[in-house]
């Protein structure tokens, strides 16, 4: 059966909380084979392998691929964004919150994300690729929220702060580069360098 076909059985439901945590755990396990591999080269029956159910109980929880693509990576994107937001508070001086965000994102190499979205956007509705956008929109007005403050507190010279959050943004892809892939570099290592760069080109003049 096609992973994009949903099935028709619907025997052995599991029921209550086991089945939240059924669900939570494939979600999960999704994300993470997402990120690592692309939509493509991952199929529903090694998400359910992963996780010691059958392809059934994916089917149970989701109706097809690209429903379980849209669910996992909205639900990695809203965990991302509230521990961003936690960081955020928890932090007052602007090269912490940066060097913070940047270290958990470069701790993991994943798929570039526009590509992973154009490679999935083939199979998803319009809807669901709206909810995705808008949430990953969410991350981005979140970071341009902490450049527009270190704006307004002379911290950096004015500028578009969105253009900013996007450009951050992109400098994570940095966890791709061959320096970090083979532990030239660590996490902190790189999240320092970037950080330092990126504010160096943002002081007041």
Do not use: W
């Not at 002379?154 to 900013?164: K, P, V």
């Amino acid at each position: 059966m096609e992973d994009n076909q949903p099935i028709k059985s619907r025997t052995g439901r599991p029921r209550g909380k086991r089945s939240d945590a059924t669900r939570n755990q494939i979600l999960m396990t999704a994300a993470r084979k997402f990120m690592e591999l692309g939509y493509d080269k991952v199929s529903l029956q090694e998400v359910a392998t992963l996780c010691g159910v059958t392809k059934a109980t994916v089917y149970h929880h989701f109706k097809d691929k690209g429903t379980l693509f849209t669910e996992s990576i909205l639900r990695m994107l809203r965990t991302a964004l509230a521990r961003s937001e936690e960081l955020i508070l928890s932090e007052p001086d602007l090269s912490q919150k940066l060097q913070k965000l940047a270290e958990g994102l470069l701790r993991h190499s994943h798929v570039e994300f526009e590509t992973l979205m154009r490679k999935a956007s083939a199979v998803l509705s319009h809807d669901q690729i709206t909810q995705i956008r808008q949430q990953e929109q969410q991350l981005h007005i979140l970071l341009a929220g902490v450049f527009q403050t270190a704006m307004n507190e002379g911290l950096i010279r004015s500028g578009n702060a969105m253009f900013l959050a996007h450009a951050f943004s992109m400098l994570m892809l940095m966890r791709n580069q061959p320096e970090l892939q083979e532990g030239m570099l660590t996490p902190s290592e790189a999240a320092t360098e970037i950080v330092q760069l990126f504010l160096m080109g943002l002081a007041p003049r």
